[in-house]
């Protein structure tokens, strides 16, 4: 997912304090109990949502990274953050910090899929009684609908789903039915037929793009006219840009799912849409606002460290900051120019230009994954690039980079467009709004040569950043997540083999190892970095609560009021 677009197993407390540390010197100058891959870093001691503690209304300062609030839509940390806690899949993940939190449960189904002896069938049973927010009935056949629906709003979402049986036809003629999902409402029953096993399927099921909706949804963006919900909260309105409100489903019972869904402690979440990183912060200082999405800016850190330190939350979710470039556009179909930038740029300086919360990387993969070995293919040299560029026979070549408009991402085009220059080739920024930055990369018409990109698990698996982010395979003409539009047969071919592998061995997770070091040598993307983030929240907020989820970062319904 791209997001400030995810996630980690606990740190030390050695690294911890590095982290802290960085904050002071940089200022003064994402049905498995243990996941495959990592799990939130958060500094705190609570691990489920407490319950029992209910409050009238959170207000959040939030940013404008909101790309939809149609679970068939978003595909962005902003978006996720409020629709986990709105539209329910048929299993998702527990409520809870830490490792824990990558446990899947039964949400919407009676019990987790059984699993036919040869990996290509699932069969689920849904819980009998249950509705949604406007009183209408869930049916076991609105999954079936639901899936349908993604591949009818070309939902970015839907190569997820297409080794099951009958999607790809699905997929060309968007009429009938997928034939894989049989269901009957009767029994509640639902079953899935993959053409080929499929490792991580379970987690596909906890997506938001699994989440059931009625069969009726209209099959177009429904952001702004909320469709009835089926979790402990439903939108009540949404202006884009501006304001969201949440509140409760009237028709929610935790207990008739298990207790695996908390009911939430807000009433009601009013969520302020902010554009500026200083603006937030001051809101949530002076009250105004609850909880600062934002991250606090670099200048600011050393003082809001300083003087509200026991408000401030620190966490490194799995994510990796890259900047991607477009193998099917010149000059970057040359891989002499795709291994010059990752020569030219220098990692620690792009780390430093977001306040030092940071390591550097050149891995696909972040460094918690069990699956990561350290790559080391570009150490910084200039030189090196410069004659690259020359070898390449591509100096001189016109680029434009492209990024959106919030936080310290800018900066690091800004620095990467002067490096660009540096090393013999002609670059300009082009900075969008950041609505519309990822449909506007992922779309093919716009031909986007070079720019900035991150990703944060939508579950931990190594599929969820090869499969998704650099097969060939799945390149899509619009919602594309394959920004390098990256297509290796041999890549490619590894990725479907070790796909089919049920269970993450140490012999397979050194395969996926060996996967991110071909992908490395073919440079489609430039890796730098590995970020922390910050949740800071005003004095009358009460943190023993904070619940920082391996998927879906802060858990805005865990929350307490002092």
Request: glycine letters at 8%; proline letters at 6%.
């Amino acid at each position: 997912m791209n997001r400030r677009h995810t996630w980690k197993w606990l740190v030390t407390a050695a690294s911890l304090s590095v982290g802290l540390a960085l904050i002071a010197s940089a200022c003064g100058s994402s049905n498995k109990a243990a996941p495959a891959g990592a799990g939130t870093t958060t500094t705190s001691t609570s691990t489920t949502a407490s319950g029992g503690k209910t409050f009238a209304n959170f207000r959040l300062a939030y940013d404008t990274g909101i790309d939809y609030l149609d679970p068939g839509l978003s595909y962005t940390v902003e978006g996720w953050g409020i629709l986990w806690n709105v539209y329910l899949p048929l299993v998702g993940y527990t409520h809870a910090n830490g490792p824990a939190g990558a446990t899947i449960v039964p949400y919407l189904a009676k019990d987790l899929p059984k699993v036919s002896p040869d990996g290509k069938t699932y069969s689920l049973t849904l819980r009998s009684g249950l509705k949604y927010s406007d009183g209408t009935a869930i049916k076991a056949s609105d999954f079936a609908a639901t899936i349908e629906r993604d591949f009818k709003i070309d939902s970015p979402g839907v190569g997820f789903f297409g080794n099951i049986v009958g999607a790809d036809k699905f997929a060309k003629t968007k009429s009938g039915h997928i034939g894989g999902i049989t269901t009957d409402d009767t029994t509640g029953d639902i079953t899935i037929k993959l053409n080929t096993p499929q490792g991580d399927f379970t987690n596909i099921l906890a997506t938001e793009f699994a989440a059931l909706l009625p069969a009726n949804s209209p099959a177009k963006d429904q952001s702004t006219t909320p469709l009835p919900s089926s979790g402990p909260y439903m939108i009540k309105s949404y202006a884009p840009n501006k304001k969201a409100i949440v509140v409760r489903n009237p028709n929610f019972d935790a207990a008739a799912l298990g207790g695996n869904v908390p009911a939430g402690n807000p009433d009601m979440m009013t969520v302020d849409i902010i554009g500026d990183d200083t603006v937030a912060l001051q809101r949530v200082i002076s009250g105004q606002d609850d909880y600062d999405f934002h991250q606090i800016p670099p200048d600011r850190l050393a003082t809001t460290q300083q003087k509200y330190g026991d408000q401030i939350k620190i966490y490194t979710p799995a994510n990796t900051y890259y900047f991607f470039m477009n193998n099917k556009v010149a000059p970057f179909d040359n891989l002499k120019v795709r291994q010059a930038v990752n020569y030219a740029i220098n990692r620690d300086a792009l780390v430093r230009i977001y306040g030092g919360l940071g390591q550097t990387t050149e891995n696909v993969l972040p460094p918690t994954y069990p699956q990561y070995k350290k790559l080391a293919l570009y150490p910084y040299d200039l030189a090196k690039a410069k004659k690259l560029i020359q070898d390449s026979g591509q100096a001189g070549a016109t680029v434009t980079v492209w990024n959106h408009d919030r936080g310290s991402d800018p900066k690091a085009t800004a620095y990467l467009t002067d490096v660009l220059n540096s090393i013999g080739l002609k670059a300009k920024e082009k900075v969008i709004n950041s609505a519309v930055y990822w449909t506007t990369v992922g779309n093919q018409a716009t031909k986007a040569q070079i720019g900035f990109a991150d990703w944060f698990q939508d579950y931990p698996h190594p599929l969820d950043w090869f499969d998704v982010l650099l097969n060939g395979d799945r390149i899509t003409q619009t919602h594309n997540n394959n920004y390098a539009n990256f297509d290796n047969k041999a890549v490619n071919a590894k990725i479907a083999t070790l796909k089919k592998e049920p269970t993450l061995t140490d012999a397979v997770n050194a395969q996926w190892a060996s996967v991110d070091k071909m992908v490395d040598e073919q440079a489609p993307w430039a890796p730098f970095m590995n970020r922390q983030f910050t949740d800071f929240f005003n004095s009358d907020m009460d943190l023993s609560c904070y619940v920082n989820h391996v998927l879906y970062q802060f858990d805005y319904a865990s929350i307490c009021h002092k």
